[in-house]
């Protein structure tokens, strides 16, 4: 199946404009066991999807390592985009040495079976890393090696992209962006565009709230993310349920199911962000053969309505903006 492919940046490489996020096939979403990780990613290349996106922290590698099995059969090879630094330990700007770098990058070019990596993106870096030359030294030096053919950068703050696109080398940004995650359509995503970086959309399904399909009475696995980062005891809240408390997040989750009407509400969420102007790829992630399905729909739907692009603006501002618009 074709599906409509976009630049991505200056990277010479096109991609898929629904890709497929493959942390929950490492860890931190409950037990995914090798036949269902297979199966995922079988259902998405065969759907059209071509952009990987994963980390070598995903499963300590299990991620990277699925994905290069998955790929073993097949003659043609989508893009694979993998991230480094969140092995750093501890996780501290002073990790990120070039002997560091360079072993990371070694590590996911052996788990992921390849001489070069398509893609590495330095996994929400610690601030000072930005203004660090040496680790963009050492990211041009990788490139010059061949060992990566671009690098980029996943950022948790609208801040922090922009301090990203200072750096020449950068060509890719990845940030939170959904219908309740808002902010990166003000000034990032402009400058992304004007710098011609391409731009990966993640947590596009705010961790499954615009699926629809969750409740207050919903429950989650103790090793799933959603029960123990709640409060961002683990990592950086914003990366589950996008930063909007639960309960704020279901009432909105609600109203956009209703504006999406007949439309699929994850495939409607999704397509609002495929349509912001200088998004590459949403990249949203699946634990099963229907989800996978359901979010490569959203490429077929048409574009939303200047109604609902407005229905959904008043959500954000009456319930959502509050929570999360001046933290990230």
């Not at 002997?99 to 601030?127: F, I, K």
Request: glycine share 8%.
């Amino acid at each position: 199946m074709s599906m409509e492919q976009r630049p991505l940046g200056r990277t010479g490489a096109d991609v898929s404009v629904v890709g497929l996020g493959t942390w929950q096939l490492g860890a931190d979403w409950g037990d995914v066991d090798d036949d269902a990780a297979a199966a995922v990613l079988d259902a998405a290349l065969d759907a059209g999807v071509t952009l990987l996106d994963t980390a070598d922290v995903y499963g300590d590698g299990r991620s990277e390592q699925r994905i290069r099995q998955a790929l073993a059969a097949r003659p043609q090879r989508p893009f694979v985009a993998t991230k480094a630094g969140r092995r750093a330990d501890p996780f501290e700007a002073a990790q990120y040495t070039p002997e560091n770098l360079r072993a990371w990058v070694d590590r996911s070019r052996r788990n992921l079976g390849v001489d070069t990596l398509d893609l590495v993106q330095l996994h929400c870096p610690p601030p000072a890393t930005y203004e660090d030359d040496r680790v963009y030294d050492t990211l041009d030096a990788l490139v010059a090696d061949g060992a990566v053919a671009a690098y980029g950068v996943s950022v948790e703050t609208v801040a922090e992209g922009l301090r990203a696109l200072q750096r020449p080398g950068v060509q890719s940004l990845q940030v939170i962006l959904n219908v309740l995650r808002r902010k990166p359509l003000e000034e990032l995503l402009p400058a992304a565009a004007r710098a011609q970086v391409g731009v990966l959309a993640r947590v596009p399904l705010a961790s499954g709230l615009l699926t629809g399909k969750y409740d207050e009475t919903t429950t989650f696995a103790a090793d799933d993310h959603r029960n123990y980062n709640r409060n961002g005891e683990a990592f950086d809240v914003g990366e589950t349920f996008s930063g909007v408390p639960f309960e704020v997040g279901l009432a909105a989750a609600r109203e956009v199911a209703e504006i999406a009407g007949d439309a699929p509400t994850a495939a409607f969420a999704l397509r609002w962000v495929i349509d912001q102007p200088g998004v590459t790829s949403v990249i949203p992630g699946a634990r099963t053969v229907e989800q996978v399905r359901g979010n490569v729909a959203a490429a077929a739907l048409p574009p939303l309505t200047a109604t609902q692009l407005a229905d959904l603006e008043r959500v954000y501002d009456e319930r959502v903006r509050a929570h999360v618009h001046d933290r990230w």
